[in-house]
């Protein structure tokens, strides 16, 4: 297809750096001419002026995109008209009020569910959108063929088509990943005057919780108003939740119920997180393995878990402060936790004693097999002090 994408920056970069490597003939164009030949420089398309495009992708700030889709709806009689605004209510709201009847049968609004917290274009990639939910949303009124357009580049860009009603999207994403935006920035914002002695505690929850926080202020800003009504109703259902807890605080009469009750509504909502490919979730055993930090250790470690023949369904990794040493989580199913962990401890990997057997702690192995030794010998700690350190790195975050 003839491709052209309006606005040059993550998304609008990595849609062009996508399509072109699947053969499309993607054109680019931007308010700032300087973005425009950086996201061309990249491989992402050319920054020219498409003569009849098949479709337009408008991929500007939502408080603009209404606009832009009217204008390229007038501008381009023939083409398909889409977007990729995380809001699609108000968006299409704006298109109704100024387009005609035939002009609005060419607008399909979607949402790829994609992002990075570094924005612009140089920090486009073209596996951005690979795997990751595409939302469209079309009525009984779109056009097959129209649509037919839409799937087609979703799916060439990588994205696993959703078809959602643009209400029922935006209730959803007020939920999934603007109120999360939300609470990272404001927990992430407690940090600004502490001093720094008490910053170095963090471990990997804090980074976890807050690594959304370093996305751009100016893009969510529009992206909350845009969304402003579901959003203040989610964060409206926290407030009353977090008062319920600070009152609990208190510690007065049937204060341990109310935290306790609270925390377990947390898990059965993180129950609910869909598991591997979209599948229904799945739990798994962890298998904890203590590393020294240094090349190739992590890669050793992989390839003899390759040769067990078990598979790694996710990983999570935490560093010791102050020490050259960090963890690494395996998620494993439960039946092969047993044989990871003692297939794994008898090619010399550092493996918790708790784990192998309930005697008393033995001598931990080290990291990157049998006689390894710390990068920094000097002034790593003894084995059971290393050890300590790496199961404590993370408290104070759990």
Known sequence: MRVHIIGAGLLGTSLGLALT??????????ASPTVRRLAADMGAGRA?????????????????????????LRRWPRATVTDVASVKGAILER?????????????????????????????????????????????????PERLDEVIALARDA??????????FHD????????????????????????PAEGIALAGQGLRDTTRIAASDPGLWTQI???NAAEVRAVLAEVRADLDEVIAALGLGPGALAVIAGALTAGNEGHERIPGKHGAA???????????????????????????????VEDIRMEHATGIKLGSVEVAVLPAAQAALEEGLAERGWWIPAAALSEEPAREPRRAGGAG????????????QQAQHAAQHAGEGAP
């Open 21 to 30: 490597r699947r053969g499309h003939a993607v054109t680019l164009d931007d």
């Open 48 to 72: 020219d002026d498409p003569e009849a495009p098949d479709v337009v992708v408008v991929a500007t700030p939502p408080d603009v995109a209404g606009e832009t889709i009217v204008g390229a």
């Open 95 to 143: 298109v109704r009020a100024a387009a005609t009847g035939p002009e609005l049968d060419r607008y399909i609004g979607c949402h790829p569910m994609a992002g990075r917290e570094k924005s612009g274009a140089a920090a486009a990639r073209a596996d951005l959108f690979a795997a990751r939910p595409w939302v469209i949303c079309s009525d009984a009124d779109t056009p």
């Open 158 to 167: 990588g994205g696993s088509v959703v078809h959602l009603d643009p209400d």
């Open 171 to 194: 209730s959803s994403v007020a939920r999934v990943s603007h109120a999360p935006q939300v609470l990272a920035t404001l927990l992430a914002a407690r940090l600004r005057a502490m």
């Open 224 to 226: 909350l108003a845009g």
């Open 281 to 311: 979730p799945t739990k798994y055993a962890d298998v904890t393995v203590f590393l020294d930090d240094r090349p190739g250790t992590l890669a050793r470690l992989f390839a003899d878990i390759g040769e067990l023949g078990i598979n």
């Open 372 to 383: 390894a030794q710390p990068a920094d010998a000097d002034s790593a700690p003894q084995p």
